[in-house]
């Protein structure tokens, strides 16, 4: 990736780079970290990756994962089915993370990683028939910017299956309360006051947000086909903790309080929207 960072790309790289070898909750063979964070996984990734793949993948679509990390994602997506995957990311320690991953699972060749930036695509026009955007938007300074060049290399008709984290969700509360700013990821920092700087790095929306946000990016060449919620009981730091405890009990009554959440409060802690790009008449 050519070009200079502006400081705050700058920080989001570096801590990525930082922590790339132990990022997300499952291992380099797929295996979650505990069987809580198993729960977790399958909540938020597997299970809804199990139904994009089915419902809104055909067979030998051209697929792409714009930051696509330690790889973790294109995994899932790889043992659902998926034929072959480009994983796009500006760091290239989470990139040697992610070709390493594919090796040990004999995916490899199914596998491309390049190493670029999402606002100077490396794609012509109308090239791909699916981007996936997960653990993303919540970085971006310009998400309209972004959004609008990576709109760019997707084919009419095409989908971009893009990860939200909500706003005012029980993940919202425990990362603002209890959670580490981006900058501190990877310390043995314990607490962190520092809420402002927060949300300046990892970012929540309500799905009025996303419209405009959506709306000023894509104009009216788009249409929201599906949207999948994520898990709704998942938190950070010490509520995390007592979720733990519950799931410790049997793992019934975390789900028990999954769908107590879900009807009660309704928000969960993320969705995947399923963006299908317009024709242009």
Partial sequence: MNGKLDNYSKVIKDTHEKISKYYGIVDLSGRANSDFEGWVFKKSVEKPVEYIVNKHIAKNSKIAEFGCGNGQIVQVYIKNGVSEMVGLDFSNAMLQTASHRADINGYSSQFLPINGDMNTLPFKDNHLDTVIIYGVLEHLEKPEKTLKEIF???????????GVPRRYSLAFFSYFFFGLSLPKWGSN???DLAFKNKLKFYKFYTLGDMNKILNK???????????IPICYSFMVGAPQKVLIKIFNKGKHYLDRCELFIKKIYGI????YLIIEKSIKS
Wanted: glycine share 10%; aromatic share 6%; hydrophobic share 40%.
């Fill in 217 to 227: 990016a894509f104009g009216s060449n788009y249409k929201i086909v599906d949207n």
């Fill in 152 to 162: 760019r290399v997707i084919k009419p008709n095409g989908k971009l299956i893009l």
């Fill in 189 to 191: 920092v314990r607490s």
């Fill in 268 to 271: 969960p802690a993320g969705n």
